[in-house]
């Protein structure tokens, strides 16, 4: 059985709730018998909530689920959210959420803020190209979910301690691809170049990014460095050994083809059951630009062959399930690209070299291997 328990939650700061309810329950079921998994996730369908997901025996799995509604009623009576939720204005939102994830409608009737529901689980598994890549998704949720608690548990800071250690989780992910971690760093950029090419005024994000980092650059430097050169606490060593410990089951299902190399087919044929705008999105006409760096990045694109292909498929789809847990700490996507590009900047002053230059030194290699 694979179902699901709905906590609808207008607050836009969730911390408490996660550190406090949602992220020790799931613990607590994954420790029950006849639970064989249990992870949480956030989403915005039908109001802005947190869901936990139980898998197991059908008994099993609907006593976790009862006994989880009455501690979530419980929380929610002593701790309500109080937030405020135009339902005209979110339902706008979410069809554009809708188009940008390739998540289908309807997605109303929107549900009262702190309602407790329980009911089927989403299932995901056309995003993500195979049943196995889904169960993939869920055992990397599962398994981080004691980081998660650590570290909301360890965060007393400011918002900007919170950003920097998220910065050396990245930097200790982008540790565990085999040529390195600055190579591995590259995708971070990626993910910001892209980011700052579609939105609207993205070179305006950026200098306000570049002046939000000045201050706090030397500081965001040393924590870089510091990974980079081994130091871990309690908090970063409980991440680094998932990411170490999920590398070789990822890589597994790589070799088996079950991890899509290329996910654009798998995107466009999703695309065609949610809206025309998302067909668009992700037709990839000849109207389609790319950033600078991405029209630079495509010149590698050399043969029919890809080169290290199972293993960047590992790594660029383990890089997307942390991106896609971070809302369980409480990480906007803002934050997010702002995390990207802190640590693009420190990888690039710490190692003297920027993208471009690592592009040059890319096709020297190439070329000497024999593939360009």
Excluded: C
């Excluded at 942390?322 to 710490?350: C, G, H, K, W």
């Amino acid at each position: 059985m694979n179902a699901a328990l709905y906590i609808t939650h207008y607050a836009t700061e969730k911390r408490p709730l996660l550190r406090d309810l949602v992220l020790p329950l799931v613990l607590e079921l994954q420790a029950r018998a006849g639970i064989t998994l249990a992870y949480a996730e956030r989403h915005w369908k039908f109001g802005p909530h947190v869901r936990v997901i139980v898998q197991g025996e059908d008994s099993a799995v609907q006593a976790a689920l009862e006994h989880a509604r009455g501690q979530a009623e419980a929380y929610l009576r002593q701790h309500p959210s109080t937030g405020d939720l135009d339902e005209a204005a979110y339902l706008t939102r979410s069809e554009k959420l809708g188009t940008l994830e390739l998540e289908a409608g309807p997605y109303g009737p929107i549900r009262p803020d702190n309602s407790v529901l329980v009911g089927e689980a989403p299932d995901r598994r056309d995003v993500l190209g195979s049943p196995e890549a889904e169960a993939f998704r869920a055992q990397y949720f599962a398994a981080l979910t004691p980081a998660l608690l650590r570290t909301l548990q360890a965060d007393a800071g400011t918002t900007t301690d919170r950003l920097i250690r998220l910065a050396r989780i990245f930097v200790l992910y982008a540790g565990t691809y085999p040529f390195g971690v600055y190579p591995g760093h590259i995708s971070y950029r990626s993910h910001l170049e892209e980011f700052l090419y579609r939105q609207g005024g993205g070179e305006r994000l950026r200098a306000a990014f570049a002046q939000k980092y000045a201050p706090i650059r030397d500081e965001v430097l040393r924590a870089v460095d510091g990974v980079t050169g081994g130091a871990r606490d309690e908090v970063l060593t409980l991440w680094e050994t998932q990411f170490r410990r999920l590398w070789p089951v990822g890589r597994q299902l790589a070799d088996a083809g079950l991890l899509a190399p290329d996910p654009t087919a798998t995107m466009q044929r999703v695309a065609q059951g949610v809206n025309p705008e998302a067909q668009a999105r992700w037709a990839f006409g000849p109207e389609h630009g790319f950033s600078e760096f991405h029209q630079e990045l495509r010149k590698f694109n050399v043969s029919d062959t890809w080169y290290h292909v199972e293993m960047f498929s590992t790594y660029r789809t383990l890089m997307n399930f942390m991106y896609s847990v971070l809302p369980l700490m409480d990480i906007s996507p803002t934050e997010r690209y702002f995390v990207n590009y802190m640590v693009s900047e420190a990888m690039q002053d710490l190692h003297g070299q920027d993208w471009r230059g690592f592009f040059d030194q890319w096709w020297v290699q190439l070329r000497e291997e024999g593939v360009a």
